[in-house]
T-cell receptor, first 111, second 115 residues
Framework: DAKTTQPPSMDCAEGRAANLPCNHS???????VYWYRQIHSQGPQYIIH???NNETNEMASLIITEDRKSSTLILPHATLRDTAVYYC????????????FGKGTRLHILP | DAGITQSPRHKVTETGTPVTLRCHQT?????MYWYRQDPGHGLRLIHY???????DKGEVSDGYSVSRSKTEDFLLTLESATSSQTSVYFC??????????????FGPGTRLTVL
């Protein structure tokens, strides 16, 4: 079973910030939070990851709560091309086995 | 793209026939994975490999076998295809010794239909 819980779907207006939540209340101390997205018919694409500090890259920001039991992926200015399924995953950095994708959040960007 | 190709990209076959899907990488990554994706289930891991000739089962391995005789190729075989194996199959690669993020890179997918 996935170690994360995400809402099945969300809407966001184009140009606004999209905030995607993820609960991971059983995360252990050496597990990272990773986010991927999957645009229709394509393979998933890595977005960002973090351990406990907030992270930002050219695609998104990741906010992790102090107790690390939840996180939020932020797409600062959503465009129609951000319509996709977003997956939140917890895993140890150097453990490449048993990576489990849940069902993710289907994000609809509304024009 | 991370240099991952899958072949074939589309295949229609009949129940009971053997099917082999190929994943080829040019990145020299140590780990390779096969996932299947079905409506309502998201991505589910079938098998993975952590080196040449080293493989292990994922969460939905029944009915599938894999082989990795060289670093760049990971084969997924359905010995006797069933209709329940109709799905989209994704290959992925990763390597914990490369870079800071150790993310997985995914191939374009293979759509398999078993009639």
């Amino acid at each position: 079973d996935a170690k994360t819980t995400q809402p099945p779907s969300m809407d966001c207006a184009e140009g606004r910030a999209a905030n995607l939540p993820c609960n991971h209340s059983t995360i252990s101390g050496n597990e990272y939070v990773y986010w991927y997205r999957q645009i229709h018919s394509q393979g998933p694409q890595y977005i960002i990851h973090g351990l406990k500090n907030n992270e930002t890259n050219e695609m998104a920001s990741l906010i992790i709560t102090e107790d690390r039991k939840s996180s939020t992926l932020i797409l600062p200015h959503a465009t129609l091309r951000d319509t996709a399924v977003y997956y939140c995953i917890v895993r140890e950095m150097n453990r490449d086995d048993k990576i489990i994708f849940g069902k993710g959040t289907r994000l609809h960007i509304l024009p | 793209d991370a240099g991952i190709t899958q072949s074939p990209r589309h295949k229609v076959t009949e129940t009971g026939t053997p099917v082999t899907l190929r994943c080829h990488q040019t990145e020299n990554h140590r780990y390779m994975y096969w996932y299947r994706q079905d409506p309502g289930h998201g991505l589910r891991l079938i098998h993975y490999s952590y080196g040449v000739k080293d493989t292990d089962k994922g969460e939905v391995s029944d009915g599938y076998s894999v082989s990795r005789s060289k670093t760049e190729d990971f084969l997924l075989t359905l010995e006797s295809a069933t209709s329940s194996q109709t799905s989209v199959y994704f290959c992925a690669i990763s390597d914990p010794d490369r870079g800071r993020s150790n993310e997985q890179f995914f191939g374009p997918g293979t759509r398999l239909t078993v009639l």
